[in-house]
């Protein structure tokens, strides 16, 4: 079993819609992250949470510590949201490497 | 433009070639990281540096040889690859600091024939 855990895989919506992805994790850890990934591998950050919740336009990411579970959500969504969406963790304080789900891939229709 | 680049942004190699990927970043980062993404997997290490000296090798096999000469700078020496190591490898960079964001390159897709 992963260290984390995403879902859903794959996720196609109508443009407009609201979304949500899930992410549990199994670890201790120090943070945790939201990251895109655009066709032609590029990573972007999105967010680094370690508690509460966070906004970011259009985008907002929620993290519950005790239940090791966060949640990414798009409102109004747009075609250019399609990407894969990954969660990844910081396992401690002191260590920024990155342990990864395995992505949600999100497909928006106009 | 996250402030990381990655050369080349593709690359195929024969089995008996020797090659190598870069990583050059800019933010003033202590950490660089290399991260491999196969197919059907979730992104997975294998190597650490902080403050230019190795801090984690992910039982990375020895054809992987990585090389920090600054801490801006990092590389992937490959040699005598298999099929099975074709992948997009990642370089990212933090702070250092023990609790920062990542900032990633572009990425190298390798195909090895």
């Known amino acids: 079993k992963n260290e984390v855990e995403q879902s859903p895989q794959n996720l196609t919506a109508q443009e407009g819609e609201f979304i949500t992805i899930n992410c549990s994790y199994s670890?201790?850890?120090?943070?945790l992250h939201w990251l895109q990934q655009h066709p032609g591998g590029g990573i972007v950050s999105l967010f680094m949470l370690s508690s509460g919740k966070k906004k970011h336009g259009r985008l907002i990411a929620t993290i519950n510590i005790q239940e090791k579970h966060s949640s990414l959500h798009i409102t109004a969504s747009h075609p250019r949201d399609s990407a894969v969406y990954i969660c990844a963790v910081s396992p401690n304080f002191g260590n920024e490497k990155l342990t990864f789900g395995t992505g949600t891939r999100l497909t928006i229709i106009p | 433009e996250t402030g990381v680049t990655q050369t080349p942004r593709h690359l195929v190699m024969g089995m008996t070639n020797k090659k190598s990927l870069k990583c050059e970043q800019h933010l003033g980062h202590n950490a660089m990281y290399w991260y491999k993404q196969s197919a059907k997997k979730p992104l997975e290490l294998m190597f650490v540096y902080n403050f230019k000296e190795q801090t984690e090798n992910n039982s990375v096999p020895s054809r992987f040889s990585p090389e920090c000469p600054n801490s801006s700078h990092l590389f992937l020496h490959l040699h005598t690859l298999q099929p099975e190591d074709s992948a997009l490898y990642l370089c990212a960079s933090t702070t250092g600091t023990g609790f920062s964001e990542a900032f990633f390159g572009q990425g190298t897709r390798l195909t090895v024939v």
């Open positions: 670890v201790g850890i120090s943070a």
